[in-house]
């Protein structure tokens, strides 16, 4: 599946894959969660942020390959979350377009690699197109990697309240 997922929309296996996880409380099943990182995440999830931590040694070895770290997301979405509760286990994910094409706001928008995909759940048109804000987080530092949604809270977040230096 992790194979299907990256392939169908022509991602590049350079291009790592993000997870997401039903809540906050999942996250040190898939990434190591540092002692000093455990009361930042709560404040930044759910929502609009992608984590980047070292990966744990039982992650699905098939997601991947090569990299030490991960994103994991617990999305603000009450369907995604739910059939994350549902499943008990993380779920790979990626936007639902064409690797570097425009982020889509509704299942129309990425109609040419509906042939490539296994199911389409329709969950109505998005208000916004705007990714994640992806972010590396170190014991004292962090990388914003990709700015986003919740970018501004994401940075005060780090920065301001936990004073992490902003390497980015």
């Known amino acids: 599946a992790v194979v299907s ?3 169908t929309g022509g991602r590049s296996f350079s291009k790592p894959l993000a997870i997401c996880v039903a809540s906050v409380q999942d996250i040190p099943k898939c990434v190591e969660v ?4 455990s009361p930042i995440l709560p404040k930044l999830l ?3 942020v992608t984590v980047v931590l070292p990966r744990t040694p039982s992650l699905n070895p098939a997601l991947n390959p090569g990299f030490q770290t991960v994103g994991v997301r617990v999305p603000d979405h009450k369907f995604v979350l739910d059939l994350c509760a549902e499943l008990g286990a993380p779920i790979a994910l990626t936007s639902a377009n064409v690797s570097n094409g ?5 299942i129309q928008d990425f109609k040419e690699i509906w042939s490539g995909l296994d199911v389409i759940v ?5 208000l916004q197109a705007t990714g994640s804000t992806v972010v590396e987080i170190t014991d004292t530092s962090f990388t914003v990697i990709r700015p986003g949604r919740d970018y501004e809270k994401t940075v005060r977040v780090l920065s301001e309240e936990h004073h ?3 390497l980015s």
């Open 5 to 7: 997922t990256q392939s």
């Open 34 to 37: 540092a002692s000093s990182s």
């Open 46 to 48: 759910p929502g609009g």
């Open 102 to 106: 425009p982020n889509s706001l509704s």
């Open 122 to 126: 329709d969950g109505g048109q998005l």
């Open 164 to 166: 992490l230096e902003n």
